[in-house]
């Protein structure tokens, strides 16, 4: 093509790897969509978050009000957006545009208990196997996957010690913004979490990733996880978002490695253990602004890097096309 070797930089990596995912369709335009996985976690008791759980469910009403920053986003750069109630402790029975997919009423507080029961666990995976096979059906080519969960950074973290084996220090950070004290609190709920279920260090043998979604989980992030697996099984190119879509991607590439090959990371977030996930995935982020939000934003925000990395692939001339002349040797 016309421009010097290698010039386009990380959109040639973004371009051959959206080609080995699309293989013979490479060359349609993208149809692009964003799901929002939303659930309440029993642990937000231990006050491990800044924010209360209520506003889990009003985010929930936001969204669908078209008031949020993904709502913002999705719109600017034509990506259909879809709300899933997986498991938010609210009764939204009577609205419409929402995913009614509602496993339970909220997690249990994994500082008592396991987060979920073994079939909770495999029907909220089940819920977004589904979503994605939906996905396929509508001709969604490129999805972004993104969450709404107060409490769920301390889902993510526990996750992300228990799959990359790094310490709680290095996996939890303040989410939606604890201060310094309550930051140290919460890390502490986290030791706690792994020591009374996984022992010493979050034991010594990786545990089963089901197990880890039940025990230490979140509805959502299950979600998550079943939709990854679905939209990889379906050869559909997946953006993850930030550090709870990234767990649970993580996850799902802990249960299927070949998951790896059709995942993008949009962004790095803020949040200290989301550098470890991608590390454990082998991903390198499309954007660096600093974001910790979640919600897709990071995912949605780089599907237009995608689509130029993929039109520029497509649509430039060659040398030979142009009457440009290549370099000397
Ligand atoms: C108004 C508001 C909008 C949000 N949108 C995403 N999150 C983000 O923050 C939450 C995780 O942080 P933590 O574990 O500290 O609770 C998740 O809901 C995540 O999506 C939000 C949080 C708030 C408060
Ligand atoms: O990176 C994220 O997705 C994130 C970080 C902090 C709070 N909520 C989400």
Redesign the pocket.
Known sequence: MTKPLGSLGGLEDLAAQMVSIRQQNYAKPLQKAVYVFAADHGVTAEGV???PSE??RQ?VLNFLAHGAAINVLAKLHGVEMNVVDVGVDADFDRIDGLLHRKVRRGTRNMMREPAMSREEVIEALNVGLNLADDSKAKGHSLVAVG????????AASAITSLLTRRSVEVTTGK??GLNTEALQHKRRIIEAVLQKYFGEAGGHTLPDPVDVLRIVGGLEIAAMTGFTLGAARHGVAIVVDGF?STAAAAVAFALVPQVRGYLFAGHRSEEPGHQALLDYLGLKPILTLNMR???GTGAVLAMPILESAMCLYNQMATFESAGVSEAKD
């Open positions: 978050s800044a924010y506003v889990t985010m969450e709404m969960g107060i409490g769920n950074t301390t989410g939606t709870i939000l979640g919600e």
